[in-house]
């Protein structure tokens, strides 16, 4: 099925990519008519394909560096000069973004080509199909995918235009962050009588159990967005799904499978709504371990081809041996001491996502590193910079004091070994051992999981929601628990727990900066040097790209 929905992807990509760079003056001519186009199955798949393809695109990269890196769950630092890339990694940390930053400005632009593609094929389905039940579940499904495309944006940006229609020559102003709330509950709930249960055919689209998760997400927030508590509609949401029966939570043994190269609807019973990535394809990319795995790590996981050629435990970075072949990850990113410490059940499968202290191949041994004195450490190379010098890899914990004398910055780690090794990285999404080709992963990413659904529920009860179906908040943590560590239940739960249980559960999925928001989390200090405090930056400002097309919109609060 998979191959199947990625097939279409593909089919359609040009067509998603031109609906959002139509000039609006210009009237658009086809030869598809009611009489014509779409009237098969497959042929409305294919027409609301560039719906998944815009989805897909950024998701992975200018979404995630947005959502993760501007909160204490992930930090991408530079090292010497490697990856200032204009300080927009640095800004992302510290809070001190502009309406200029790349991130802020490519993540608008991203959400946005949803949207509009969303409008534009809505558009043609509405004039072209002939009526009937597919065409309304069509309807119903790219309704869903612009919802969530303006959760994202309220979420991200606050108060930003409603643009529904294509074609308009007059842009919008900003809605409110409560009317865009307003727009996407009617909106959902309008869709969920036409949307389809769970299936293995319904695998990476809508159905209406993704509907009922993203109003779980927004009333969960409403106090954020609104001022409204709605905890109970929260529970009522998440009763939904519960009580459909359709998806279950991985036991153990297979919990970190789900995020495997290989993961598939039948290995994916958490799964609500995910992204399927294919390395093969270009629209979209999904290269986590680009970034996330150490750069001396490449043979050991098999990163884009790298084998250890006819030789037994190599020493990294030599230039000779065997037919060694040691391709780089780049390697840049990792948590921060702060995140990291709530790992901290040893019993806990999901301790196993991260790369910690000394690396060893699979056979158990150490895995050493070929280089000179000064390439270790160049701050300090002895007498014989050019020295051989050969060591055991260890990552070492990002703290406050990883920052070390004779670097660039506050932010700089150093371009050497050390600077390198510095920081625990996470590899929840393995990297890719099935591609040989390039740095791209097949791993599909999960947008809603199950086991999300049972902790929204249990903290709407403890934030005062009425409990359901038998359940508790405590009950409902604890079926976490129990497919997670092999330590005794909990014996009771706080906020704080929920909190602590979430950060463990959804490390590397883009949740955490909503999460740190909603717990009172995001002004902390943490990292390297993130010590803004501006309650103003709970959201970002519209960016410069919007400002520059759109008269009519209003900059954020706090931002200029």
Partial sequence: MKKIILG?????AIVGMMSSCQKIDVAVTSELTPDSYPKTDAQFASAEGPIFVALRNDYSVSYWFMQSCSSDEAVLPTFGSNWLDGNKYAELHRHTWTKDNAWVNSSW????????TANQTISVIRTTAQAGATKNTTLAELKTMRALAFFYMMDSYGNVPLDTLTG??????NSTRTQVFNFVESELKAAIPYLKSPSSATYGFPTKYLAYAILAKMYL????????????DCIAACDQIISSGAYSLEPMASYLQQFSPINAPATTREFIFAIP???ATTSGNMFHARYDLNRNLGIRYSYSGATAGGITDPVMNQSSGSGLVNIKPSGPRMTTSEYY???DDPNDVRNKQWLTGQQYWPDGTPIMVSTTNSGYNRFSPGSNPTGAYVYPLVLSPL?????R????????LGDDEVGWNIGYRNIKFLPDYTNTSSRNQNNDVPIFRYSDIILMKAEAILRGGTATLGATALSLVNQIKAVRTTSAALTSITLAGIYSERCKEFAWETWHRNDMIRFGQFENTYGLGKTDADPNHRIFPIPTIALSTNSKLVQNPGYF
């Fill in 405 to 412: 004398t004779g670097t660039n910055s506050s932010f700089d």
């Fill in 168 to 173: 308009i020559t007059t842009p919008n102003p």
């Fill in 8 to 12: 279409i992807l593909s089919i359609t």
């Fill in 341 to 343: 410490a709530y790992f």
């Fill in 277 to 279: 990535y294919d390395a």
């Fill in 399 to 403: 703290t406050s004091s990883s920052v």
């Fill in 109 to 116: 632009s991203y959400l946005a080509n949803i949207i509009g």
């Fill in 221 to 232: 927030n409403a106090q954020v967005y609104t001022g409204t508590d709605r905890s109970n």
